[in-house]
């Protein structure tokens, strides 16, 4: 059974730091690129991060540049997005993906993040 399960998701108060995990079980983790997307109330869902099998590169969403890191341990088979200088407008639920040759193939159930003071 494949599964993805997001945690480290919660409130945090703005300039504040969250690392969020995502831990995959039921497929070949290392054979998939990995992505993070967000979804705020009423608006869509946009990608935030990405990062290839091997980890050797990265692409991030123009608002979250400089500071939102992503990396992967294909040992512990967990993706991670460390969250630093947080805004209220990062307030969304926080999605993992599995991405084959460019298509999503596998969804996380979503964590929520909230910065507010």
């Known amino acids: 059974q494949v599964q993805l399960v997001e945690s480290g998701g919660g409130l945090v108060q703005p300039g504040g730091s969250l690392r969020l995990s995502c831990t995959a079980s039921?497929?070949?983790?290392?054979?998939?690129?990995m992505s993070w997307y967000r979804q705020a109330p009423g608006k869509e869902r946009e990608l935030v991060a990405s990062?290839?099998?091997?980890?050797?590169?990265?692409n991030y969403a123009d608002s979250v540049k400089g500071r939102f890191t992503i990396s992967r341990d294909n040992v512990k088979n967990t993706v991670y997005l460390q969250m630093n200088s947080l805004k209220p407008e990062d307030t969304a639920v926080y999605y993992c993906?599995?991405?084959?040759?460019?298509?999503?193939?596998?969804w996380g159930q979503g964590t929520q993040v909230t910065v507010s003071s």
């Open positions: 039921g497929f070949s983790f290392g054979s998939y690129a």
């Open positions: 993906a599995a991405d084959s040759s460019g298509h999503i193939v596998y």
């Open positions: 990062i290839t099998r091997a980890g050797r590169s990265t």
